[in-house]
Nanobody
Framework: QVHLVESGGGLAQPGGSLRVSCAAW????????MSWVRQAPGKGPEWVSS????????KYADSVKGRFVISRDNDKKTLYLDMYGLEPEDTGLYYC??????????????RGQGTQVTVSS
C-alpha cells in the first residue's frame, strides 16, 4: 500500500525559509517522478514543482521559480522542497504526489495528506 507523509510545515515570516519533506513507502520510490502541489485557502490546487526519478530534471511553476528547490533522496525514500524568500502568497497546504507518467504537470495517482505552511508577520 502506497504511503506519502509530509512534514516540516509551519509558520514563517515573509522573506524566511522552510523545508518540507515527504516520506514514501509501500512502493519503489526511485521508479516514480514526484511532485509538490499546494492549495491555498478557498482556492484550487496549484502545481508547484516536479522532479524526475533520478533527480536530475526539475520543473517549477513560474510563481516559485528561483525561490524553491525540489530534491529527492532515493536511498531515504524522501522528497524535499526547500522554500526561500517566502511570501504571504505561498501560504497553503503543501502535499506531495506520485506522478503517473512523465508529464511534470500531469496526473498523479497518490498524494499525501499535506503539511500546512503559513507565511505571515
Amino acid at each position: 500500500q502506497v504511503h506519502l507523509v509530509e512534514s516540516g510545515g509551519g509558520l514563517a515570516q515573509p522573506g524566511g525559509s522552510l523545508r518540507v519533506s515527504c516520506a514514501a513507502w509501500g512502493f519503489t520510490f526511485s521508479w516514480y517522478n514526484m511532485s509538490w502541489v499546494r492549495q491555498a485557502p478557498g482556492k484550487g490546487p496549484e502545481w508547484v514543482s516536479s522532479i524526475n526519478t533520478d533527480g536530475w530534471i526539475t520543473k517549477y511553476a513560474d510563481s516559485v521559480k528561483g525561490r524553491f528547490v525540489i530534491s529527492r533522496d532515493n536511498d531515504k525514500k524522501t522528497l524535499y522542497l526547500d522554500m526561500y524568500g517566502l511570501e504571504p502568497e505561498d501560504t497553503g497546504l503543501y502535499y506531495c504526489a506520485r506522478l503517473k507518467g512523465n508529464d511534470a504537470r500531469g496526473e498523479f495517482d497518490y498524494r499525501g495528506q499535506g503539511t500546512q505552511v503559513t507565511v505571515s508577520s
